[in-house]
């Protein structure tokens, strides 16, 4: 059968301040998404999904306050037809807000050990309803409050950094356009050369060394098979036990203790 053509805007930068708890295994966001139509044609509904776990959910559209219709943890706005859309959110949450049944590895997680976040798994930013627009590219500005002695890295490139009382805030913006975005923190230990970083837990170093030098011999690779590697740095992120195996993003990788630390 024929696919409907998807007339949905398109995301064409993604901007949020995220503030972590780690200790409460809690969250919240405020951010912005700008939106914008491929052809003439307009809706009159966006909608987009966000993690059940989130609650205070809020939206503005061009500065409006708007209360979308919701089903399944699937927010339904209201919109006017305009050229480019504003669609502004805030939220709050803890994740896990519980248990896996049978221990099973947590997909996404704010915990005290560390952070894996990130938008292909529904539980960093809204993730647009409309497939097709899921994976249109983007620019993005992520600012990141996380405690002083966490480590932090996002999608993008570290543009500023700063110190607030017992937080540090971070801001990471994309200089390419990406489909993703991803945050990971936590206590770490650094190994890096220069191109590439390696964050491990402080008692996990004793491969970061090695890790390094895979990285290094793996971005050389890339930019002999593909083309220059578009990002100045290649961060990996030692993750939770708690996390399932390994995930790469533009400019980084999650991956957990287990498969390579250990």
């Known amino acids: ?6 007339t949905s805007p398109a995301c064409r930068h993604a901007s949020a301040t995220i503030y972590f708890s ?6 919240r966001v405020d951010g912005m998404y700008t939106l914008v139509y491929h052809d003439s044609v307009r809706v009159d509904t966006v909608s987009f999904h966000l ?34 859309l504003q669609v502004r959110f805030s939220y709050a949450g803890r994740l896990p807000d519980a248990g896996t049944r049978r221990g099973e590895p947590l997909g996404q997680f704010i915990l005290p050990s560390g952070v894996s976040l990130a938008t292909d798994r529904g539980a960093l ?13 983007f620019m993005s500005r992520l600012t990141i409050h996380a405690p002083r002695a966490y480590t932090v890295t996002a999608t993008g490139t570290l543009a500023a950094t700063r110190d607030e009382a017992e937080q540090r805030v971070t801001v990471w913006e994309t200089r390419f356009p990406v489909r993703e975005l991803a945050v990971s923190g936590g206590v770490r230990d650094q190994a890096q050369s220069d191109s590439v970083a390696v964050y491990a837990f402080p008692d996990h170093t004793v491969r970061a060394d090695d890790l390094v030098a895979t990285l290094r011999t793996s971005r050389d690779l890339y930019s002999t098979w593909f083309g ?35």
Do not use: C, K
Not at 1 to 6: G, Y
Not at 22 to 27: A, C, E, N, S, V
């Open 1 to 6: 059968p024929a696919v409907a053509e998807d």
């Open 22 to 27: 780690p200790t409460d295994r809690r969250m």
């Open 51 to 84: 993690h059940p776990a989130f609650t205070d959910v809020e939206w503005t559209v061009n500065g409006e306050t708007t209360l979308p219709a919701t089903a399944a943890s699937q927010y339904r706005l209201p919109v006017p037809r305009t050229d480019t």
């Open 125 to 137: 930013l809204p993730v647009p309803a409309a497939t097709a627009r899921r994976t249109s590219p």
């Open 228 to 262: 220059p590697y578009p990002w100045e740095t290649l961060r990996l992120m030692e993750i939770s036990g708690a996390g399932s195996g390994a995930r790469a993003y533009p400019t980084q990788i999650h991956l957990t203790e287990g498969l390579g630390f250990m």
